[in-house]
């Protein structure tokens, strides 16, 4: 059974920074991926790592956003930094592309002015 649990949300000022963790169970190492739903928003892809850890971010999300993984703890991260009120979302990780079935719940990350 695949398990994917988000954490490392939370309230940040704008300008500040943080680090999500997704540890994944069932699933070996598959090619991985950070989403994000923003309020009233369609849920949209952030950044992902491959099985080699080649990794790709979003465009408008170059810079700020790196994607990492650790192979032994089958745990992908997500840092970001220089946050700003539109990263406020609920984030998510899974596999690349993703699995329908496997959403987990996220983890809040809300931007304060």
């Known amino acids: 059974q695949v398990q994917l649990v988000e954490s490392g949300g939370g309230l940040v000022q704008a300008g500040g920074s943080m680090r999500l963790s997704c540890t994944a169970s069932g699933i070996g190492n598959p090619a991985m991926a ?3 739903q ?4 369609q849920r949209e892809f952030v950044a992902r790592i491959s099985v080699t850890g080649v990794t790709s971010v979003q465009n408008d999300l170059r810079g700020r956003f790196t ?16 946050l700003q009120q539109e990263d406020t979302a609920v984030y998510y ?21």
């Open 93 to 113: 990780c899974n596999t690349y592309p993703p699995r329908t079935n496997s959403w987990g719940q996220g983890t809040q990350v809300t931007v304060s002015s």
């Open 34 to 36: 950070w989403y994000r």
């Open 38 to 41: 923003a309020p009233g928003k």
């Open 67 to 82: 994607v990492a993984r650790d192979y032994d703890k089958n745990t992908v991260y997500l840092q970001i930094r220089n």
